[in-house]
Each structure stands twice: as C-alpha cells, then as structure tokens.
C-alpha cells in the first residue's frame, strides 16, 4: 500500500505565495508521472500541473507563469510552488502519482487533499 501526504496548505492575501508538498510513502519500485489537481467549491476536479519521472512539466493555462511544479525523486515527493495567487485559485489542491510497484504494475494513488484559500 502507498499513502501519499499533502501540506503546505493554508490562507493567504491574493497576491502571496504558498508551497504545497506530497511525499509518498510504502512499498515503492518508482514513480512515473506525479501531478497536482484542484477542485474549488461547486466544480469539478482539475489537473493543474504534472512531471513526469524524467522532469518533464505541463500546466493548464490558469495556472501557466504564476506556478512551478517540481519533485524530489529519491524523497518520492513533488512540490507545487504557487505565486501571485489569486481568490480564484482558492480549492482544496489534491496530489496524484502514478506508482510503480513492480515492472509489470502501476497504480494511481491521490493525496487526502489540502485547503488553499485566497483572500482579496
């Protein structure tokens, strides 16, 4: 089993700054791709950003400029670098990866969700 751990979530003034982790723990071979998704209140979930093992990053346009998603392979944890925040990007931020438990078995595991909120 795998448990992924989010946090770094919190309130801040539109316009700061917050730093979300997730590290993954349990029975791990590797990890391919890792992401962020958001879901604000009354929408549906969201990917915002994800890397792929070799570093490879994409993000949806609403984010693209103000975030940066990174990742610390040998702690198996990806990080979310959110900047000029806005009351828009307020959501709960889950984290999802996508773990190699053997050569031959990949799975999805999702993060419990962490609380941004951004207040104007």
């Known amino acids: 089993q795998v448990q992924l751990v989010e946090s770094g979530g919190g309130l801040v003034q539109a316009g700061g700054s917050l730093r979300l982790s997730c590290a993954a723990s349990?029975?791990?071979?590797?990890?391919?791709?890792m992401g962020w998704y958001r879901q604000g209140p009354g929408k549906q979930r969201e990917v915002i950003a994800f890397i792929t093992s070799g570093g490879s990053t994409n993000y949806a346009d609403s984010v693209k400029g103000r975030f940066t998603i990174s990742r610390d392979n040998p702690k198996n944890t990806v990080y979310l670098q959110m900047n000029s925040l806005k009351p828009e990007d307020t959501a709960v931020y889950y984290c999802?990866?996508?773990?190699?438990?053997?050569?031959?078995?990949?799975?999805?595991?999702w993060g419990q969700g962490t609380q941004v909120t951004v207040s104007s």
């Open positions: 999802n990866a996508e773990v190699v438990h053997t050569p031959w078995s990949q799975r999805s595991y």
């Open positions: 349990g029975i791990i071979f590797s990890i391919a791709d």
